[in-house]
């Protein structure tokens, strides 16, 4: 274990990322007390201080309702991780689940299963969510519906391929003479076995879900006002964004540092637990 | 090869009845009604009857799901319920002014990603190459929505050096007006020795290009940086060192050469996100390809407008990626198609 840790405490990328990802889930937690004007971020509306430029009160500034821009930044990480990581939870308990089946089952249920997938995988994600989120009515809800729509083939497929590998271990041989039902072995002896590679890809991942639901708010299919999602915050200043550069800027700026910081600790784990990538840095 | 090709074939159209289906059982449980939308707002109960009739509304979803695919073998994609326009020819009318975007975007992020994955994996854990993999992670990590405002921000007006949006400035379209043979700019303004318009047209691109160049930056300098430093440890490669074959002869010949492999996969990869990226793009730069197109269209319910674009990304998806396969065997000899 603390091999590990001294291994992951070489790698910059992944402090710098584990760093970023600290300080935004603490911001997302404290928001309540962090934001100088909680109402702000409710739908309260000052219109007589409408676009003021950052300064001491309003450190970045105020938009075109006078609302204070760092609170619903603030308030605005909040939503993020929440959407992020409930939309990456049901991701995970679909592609899992169908995974798991195609992959230790068999049959034509995994051909359809592994079929359905394809197809998923032949659309580009965003559009699909686009069009599906259009279906739905545009909302945040419906947003990360379509986000979870379009997001878990990858997963179902990943898992079938870690499944068919573990599928003929030992153990699983082992807890089948002691007579272990197939969903205990499933749930309990295989999917445990076959979670680092996928956490990993997960913590890439949370990072491009935020970012897609924030696009699909940017066109107009996530959040509605006033809520204070970071994509919609970047819509509402784009009228203005020219001659009032912080409206846009700021959000912009958040989602970008929470999406680089799960990729970067993502990308961090996944060169700690790749062998190969190792061996060529000891090499130096 | 060409059993092989053929199957690929046959698969993608299987592959594009599926999604057509998806996307027209979608179209169906849109909450507006497309004959609403094609009288407008002001209709009376009889002009959306009518319409009804005349968008075949009221024959069952069947009925009218095996009518567009009928439709589609005769290259009719149907009319647009907001402008009444065919869209299929809109799409086409449209799709040059995309293609010219993507490719210049798409060129440069992969040269640019190429040259800097290669340099970073000469020299591994170098400063230079911890900096080059923070930008291929940030590639891939920025709001592209987000980045083409800051782009405008600063080179169009604080700068002030390059134009904001457009393709093309509207005083020179008029006096120096490109005659569009092929749709793309560049192209047609080159061949007809449009020496003003081509500069325009070039300085026009910069920005958007840009914007949509990041991405594939970021995923092909990751990969080749990981799959040169994996190839540069080959028995080979130190072979052709110690026969003291010149340094950037082994990284050229020997080693990009085993390394080029996962790049043309993942280009059809980036070129599809690049392709939903004009979506979010293009509005920004008022640029008028499909993309502005598609995003007017969703957030109106326009779903004829919605069916056509998605078969349309669909197939151009099955195309990229058969292309990528096919261009792997070139590339590689030991990759056997059966």
Known sequence: MRIWIRRAARNPLLVAGAAGLVIFVVVAALSDWIQPFPKDSQGATHIENALRSPSGTHLFGTDVLGRDVFSLVVAGSRISLVAGVSTAVGILCIGLTLGLTAGFIGGWLSELIMRITDLFLSFPSLLLAMAITAALGPSLRNAMIAVAITWWPSYCRLTRGEVLGLREKEFVESARAIGASTGRIMFRHVLPNCFAPIFVTMMLDVGLIILTTSSLSFLGLGAQPPTPEWGLLVTTGRTQFLTHWWVTTFPGLALFFVVLSFSLVGEGLRELLDPKMRKAGKGK | ?338
């Open chain 2, 1 to 338: 090869m060409r059993t092989y090709i053929l199957r690929r074939l046959g698969l993608a159209v299987l592959i594009l009845l599926g999604a057509s289906f998806v996307t027209f059982l979608l179209t169906r449980i849109i909450p507006s009604d497309p004959a609403m939308l094609w009288v407008g707002r002001f209709a009376t109960p009889q002009q959306i009857e009518a319409a009804r009739e005349r968008l075949g509304l009221n024959h069952p979803w069947y009925v009218q799901y095996t009518r567009y695919i009928g439709g589609l073998f005769r290259g009719d994609l149907g009319v647009s319920v907001r402008t009444h326009k065919p869209v299929g020819r809109e799409l086409l009318a449209r799709l040059p002014a995309s293609l010219e975007l993507i490719a210049v975007g798409m060129a440069v992020g992969l040269i640019a990603g190429i040259v800097l994955g290669c340099l970073a994996a000469a020299r591994p854990h170098s400063l230079f190459d911890q900096v080059t993999r923070f930008l291929s992670v940030g590639g891939v990590a920025l709001p592209q929505f987000w980045f083409a405002m800051i782009l405008q921000l600063i080179f169009g007006r604080i700068l002030g050096i390059l134009p904001l949006a457009g393709r093309m400035d509207l005083r020179l379209e008029l006096s120096y007006p490109v005659h569009s043979v092929s749709g793309f700019y560049l192209i047609d303004a080159l061949m007809s020795g449009n020496w003003v318009a081509l500069q325009d047209v070039f300085l026009h691109l910069i920005l958007p290009a840009a914007t949509l160049a990041a991405y594939p930056i970021g995923m092909s300098a990751r990969l080749v940086r990981a799959k040169m430093i994996e190839v540069l440890n080959e028995d080979y490669i130190r072979t052709a060192r110690a026969f003291g074959v010149h340094d950037l002869r082994v990284f050229t010949r020997h080693a990009l050469r085993n390394a080029i492999g996962p790049v043309v996969t993942l280009s059809a990869i980036s070129l599809v996100y690049t392709l939903v990226g004009t979506f979010l793009v293009e509005s920004i730069f008022a640029w008028p390809g499909i993309g502005s197109y598609t995003a007017q269209a969703i957030l109106s319910n326009d779903v004829s407008v919605i069916l056509g674009v998605t078969l349309l990304v669909a197939s151009m998806t099955v195309v990229f990626n058969l292309a990528a396969d096919l261009g792997l065997a070139l590339l590689d000899p030991r990759i056997r198609l059966e």
